[in-house]
Each structure stands twice: as structure tokens, then as C-alpha cells.
């Protein structure tokens, strides 16, 4: 079956505590990005991926990291969370970028 | 300015009405748009693209495009209880961002 997996799908955290979350497509898709979706802020782009060893800002980066050494995995870092990083986050890919988009199912992280 | 506005929020509608979602975009160079919708807590979920200006429809769904105003729309017909989500508008291409989205209720 054709799907994006997030994991884990709720994260409770402290401040500080360096985290990942691991996003795994089994599409062969291109293009991936990482989204955050805040109560009337809607789907922000943190970071984004055209392919392999190519990453860019989204529109919100600050305190985040991605890597993708590899065309199926789109981990997100945090290095060192805090309480403003708390929110429902998704994971996404699309062919080439150009087309519709594949989400996972979310990860609920709550830093406390 | 915001590259891509909805109109705010929640909009309410009976059983039955016609329920319009509306976008404006900032970049002449969109091409296309998808609308998505989301359920409470679930992920996003592609319901319509259009490539070009005018209508696009696919069952109760019509899409509206007018290049020239940078405005997309969406209309619900028939609006049911279980189209209740927020709706999200999103130009095709670069960065692929979203609007705030619009959350709509449907009153039985």
C-alpha cells in the first residue's frame, strides 16, 4: 500500500531534550517537506526536500533540522525543543512537487 | 501580504445549502490549485485540482478558477453533516504552501 508513516504519532518531551521524528515514504517520491499546523495558522512549511541531499527553508525553520540521505526518509530534528514547538506535526511527499500530496497521519509533540 | 488567503472562518451552512469556500493568491505565477480538506485531527486529503481558468466540476464539487483576480473558489452543493473539516487551498508548485484554511459546519 502506497503510504507516507510518521512515527511516533504523539510525543510528549521536556525542554531541551533532543528529538526525532522519523518520516518514511514508500512511493518513490521526489519530494518531501515537513509541515506544522496551529490552531488558526493553518499547514506551515518548515522544511522541504527536492530530492536526495537537496533540502530548503520553509517558511517557519527556526529550531529544526532535516536531513535526506537517503529518498524515502525525511527525518525532522529538534534539537533542543522547547514550549513554542508544541503542535500537530505533518510529513508529506509528491512526485516531483508539482502534484498532490501524500500525508502521513501526524505526530501530536508536546514539549513541556 | 500573505501568499495565500482564506476567507475566515468557521462558516456555518444547513443541510442542503450550497456552502462557498473562497482563496486569493499573491503569486501571478501560479499555475494550478488543489483544494484540501481535513478532518478534525486527521490528515490532510486532496478533493479537487483545476489547471485552468473557469469550472471544474466532480460530483458536488466545483472548483473556480479566475487567473486574472488571483482568486480560487470552492462550492459545495448539497452540503451533508459529513463535509464538516476544515477546507485548504494550495497553489501547485515551489514550496507548496496552504492557506490558514476555512473550517465549515454543516447544521442537520
Known amino acids: 500500500e502506497a503510504q507516507v508513516t510518521q512515527n511516533p504519532r504523539y510525543l510528549i518531551t521536556v525542554t531541551g531534550k533532543k528529538l526525532t521524528v522519523t518520516c518514511s515514504q514508500n512511493m518513490n517520491h521526489e519530494y518531501m517537506s515537513w509541515y506544522r499546523q496551529d490552531p488558526g495558522l493553518g499547514l506551515r512549511q518548515i522544511y522541504y526536500?527536492?530530492?536526495?541531499?537537496?533540502?530548503d527553508k520553509g517558511d517557519v525553520p527556526e529550531g529544526y533540522k532535516v536531513s535526506r540521505k537517503e529518498k524515502r526518509n525525511f527525518p525532522l530534528i529538534l534539537e533542543s525543543p522547547s514550549p513554542n514547538q508544541t503542535s500537530l506535526y505533518f510529513c508529506?511527499?509528491?512526485?516531483?512537487?508539482?502534484?498532490?500530496?501524500?500525508f502521513g497521519s501526524g505526530t501530536q509533540l508536546s514539549v513541556l | 501580504q500573505k501568499e495565500v488567503e482564506q476567507n475566515s472562518g468557521p462558516l456555518s451552512v444547513p443541510e442542503g445549502a450550497i456552502a462557498s469556500l473562497n482563496c486569493t493568491y499573491s503569486d501571478r505565477g501560479s499555475q494550478s490549485f488543489f483544494w484540501y480538506r481535513q478532518y478534525s485531527g486527521k490528515s490532510p486529503e486532496l478533493i479537487m485540482s483545476i489547471y485552468s481558468n473557469g469550472d471544474k466540476e466532480d460530483g458536488r464539487f466545483t472548483a473556480q478558477l479566475n487567473k486574472a483576480s488571483q482568486y480560487v473558489s470552492l462550492l459545495i452543493r448539497d452540503s451533508q453533516p459529513s463535509d464538516s473539516a476544515t477546507y485548504l487551498c494550495a497553489p501547485q508548485g515551489g514550496k507548496l504552501i496552504f492557506g490558514q484554511g476555512t473550517e465549515l459546519s454543516v447544521k442537520p
Open positions: 526536500s527536492m530530492n536526495v541531499e537537496v533540502t
Open positions: 508529506a511527499s509528491s512526485i516531483q512537487g508539482e502534484e498532490k500530496l501524500f
